[in-house]
């Protein structure tokens, strides 16, 4: 984990998931994953877009040409935990594809300009998933 995720996941927790830094605010979450070729757990911070049953999270890395670890760990192992300002939710993650990826990523791009700006740094396409909560847990 970088310094800086550690820096912003200690922020969140200290805060009830409010992070001042970078201007985060309550926009984050905590996402809880197991490592694809390792199984070591993970924790990454991350921008989540709430839906009506979960969030939506973008892998975008800032517009690197590959995709964030965390992408491939979700595709390995997509039942993971979200962790948010008041608790822990069990989610399953699904990628979403074609037009209902389309829609999830405007949602990225009009909450940030950042994330439109990620689009232009890279020639893949940037990856959308849907976190949602698991009712049975």
Do not use: C
């Given at each position: 984990?970088t ?5 912003i ?24 994953t ?23 999270v ?6 690197a040409?590959?995709?964030p ?11 993971i935990?979200v962790e948010?300002g ?8 699904v ?18 300009s950042g ?23």
């Amino acid at each position: 984990m970088t310094d800086f995720n550690a820096l912003i996941i200690d922020e969140f927790r200290r805060n009830g998931g409010h992070v001042e830094t970078e201007g985060f605010g309550d926009r984050l979450i905590l996402l809880h994953t197991t490592g694809a070729r390792t199984g070591a757990a993970r924790v990454n911070p991350l921008m989540g877009i709430p839906t009506d049953d979960g969030w939506l999270v973008a892998a975008s890395k800032g517009g690197a040409p590959e995709e964030p670890a965390w992408a491939h760990n979700l595709r390995a192992h997509p039942a993971i935990q979200v962790e948010t300002g008041t608790g822990t939710v069990p989610t399953t993650a699904v990628e979403l594809r074609g037009a209902e990826r389309d829609a999830a990523w405007q949602r990225f791009t009009a909450a940030s300009s950042g994330f439109a700006s990620y689009e232009k740094r890279t020639k893949r396409t940037i990856a959308v998933f849907h976190l949602v909560r698991d009712t049975t847990a």
